[in-house]
């Protein structure tokens, strides 16, 4: 094994290499040799490179900025995404998650109808210990640099303040402050948006997308979860949460009357609906088994571990999975008004459009035969492929 870097599907693992520690995200079953580890190519050779316009490292010395921006496609418009600051077990890692989470963004603005493209931005690094002023305004000069072919906004480890640093340096970010002509927190309008796809599914599967007394599990109650909880509340579904921080179960319960599980695994549950609004890659070789629901909708990014195999093994067992990149698309709605200067009210009728573009895609892939994932990327891709026809005219 000393000289011979074993592949295998979808892991990651650490192996010693004539003493340099290397780090792969694994592809395909084949053993390569050390001479032959020149040969792969580190950056378009990745798992998730997906025809990707342009991949910007990023370094600074002085502030210790270690940062990733990932410009996926921008033929609908400048790529636009949020930067997430994360401590990496390696560069692969961080470089994978640019790739993956700034083609996610793409196909997001383009199902939502918003005339963007899709990027996103890793900073390696502890947001808590690491994160300090000057290294905000270096990545935001790095972003000016760009010239607005990306525009920036927050994801995990930022905050509303870190943008407004951002904003010091150049005009392309948004989620900067409401003071500053920023369009506010959206996590509400998130909640609200995978609200009405869940309604929309629960049309599609019922009947009926009256959610009242339907037995709702929420996975993480924070931003999203906990205003997801308050809109399921009010329509009277009963609703069972779950959190590794118990302080916001109990908040969460005290507020709304949501029940907390208290059982050993939360996916063998025999519920109505299941949303994921935790972490990704929920929806697994494991869980996908012992799920005992009908219809899947929450707003975690990339819920299936495996889009293809997975979303294909939920059809044929007749769970209705409400594609997350369609219904959570809130957000994105929310800091485009930035950009475009509309109000609260427009905000509001686009997201509540999800409750039609999901029922759409639904019967879509009834019709298609397809997964739910699948045909929302079709409509995503058409819509892409038909405004870079229009730009070439
Ligand atoms: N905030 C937005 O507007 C927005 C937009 C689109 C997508 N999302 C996605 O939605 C999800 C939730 O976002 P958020 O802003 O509410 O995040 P958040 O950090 O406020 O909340 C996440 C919650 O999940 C809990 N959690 C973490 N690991 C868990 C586990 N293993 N089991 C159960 N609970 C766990 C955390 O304790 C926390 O309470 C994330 O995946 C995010 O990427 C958010």
């Keep these: 094994m000393n000289n011979q870097l074993l592949l295998c599907s979808k892991i990651m693992r650490f192996i010693n290499l004539n003493s340099y520690n290397i780090t792969k995200y694994i592809m395909t079953s084949e053993v390569i040799d050390v001479k032959d580890l020149s040969k792969i190519n580190p950056v378009f050779g990745q798992l998730s490179f997906d025809n990707h316009e342009q991949i910007v490292f990023c370094n600074d010395k002085d502030t210790g900025l270690k940062a990733i921006i990932g410009i996926h496609n921008t033929v609908l418009g400048p790529a636009l995404g949020g930067t997430r600051m994360w401590q990496y077990n390696n560069e692969w890692e961080a470089l994978n998650d640019a790739l993956r989470l700034s083609r996610g963004m793409t196909f997001k603005s383009a199902v939502a109808g918003l005339n963007l493209g899709g990027g996103k931005a890793v900073i390696i690094g502890d947001a808590k210990t690491q994160k300090t002023p000057e290294l905000m305004k270096r990545f935001g000069e790095f972003v000016h640099s760009l010239s607005g072919k990306y525009i920036t906004a927050e994801d995990i480890g930022m905050e509303t303040s870190d943008m407004d640093l951002v904003r010091d340096v150049t005009p392309y970010v948004t989620g900067i402050s409401e003071s500053r002509g920023g369009a506010g927190n959206p996590s509400p309008i998130t909640a609200y948006g995978v609200f009405v796809g869940m309604k929309a599914a629960a049309k599609y599967k019922y ?55 208290t059982g050993e695994n939360i996916y063998t549950l025999d519920a109505d609906i299941y949303a994921p609004c935790a972490l990704g890659a929920t929806v697994n070789d494991t869980t996908i088994n012992q799920l ?12 299936l571990e495996n889009e293809a195999v997975h979303g294909k093994i939920l ?78 005219k």
């Design 207 to 261: 009947g009926s997308d009256v959610l009242e007394d339907k037995k709702v599990i929420v996975q993480g109650v924070g931003h999203v979860g906990e205003s997801l909880v308050e809109h399921l509340t009010n329509e009277g579904a009963k609703v069972i949460i779950t959190d590794i921080n118990q302080a916001r179960l109990e908040e969460v319960k005290a507020k709304y009357g949501a029940e907390i599980y």
């Design 292 to 303: 005992n629901v009908d219809i899947i909708a929450g707003a975690a990014n990339n819920q």
């Design 315 to 392: 059809s044929e067992k007749g769970i209705v999975y409400a594609p997350d990149f369609v219904i959570n698309a809130g957000g994105i709605i929310n800091v485009y008004a930035e950009l475009e200067g509309y109000g609260k009210t427009e905000i509001m009728r686009k997201t509540e459009n999800i409750y039609n573009t999901t029922l759409e895609i639904i019967k879509n892939a009834e019709t298609n035969n397809v997964t739910t994932h699948a045909a929302s990327l079709a409509i995503a891709k058409s819509r892409i492929e038909a405004r870079k026809k229009e730009n070439q």
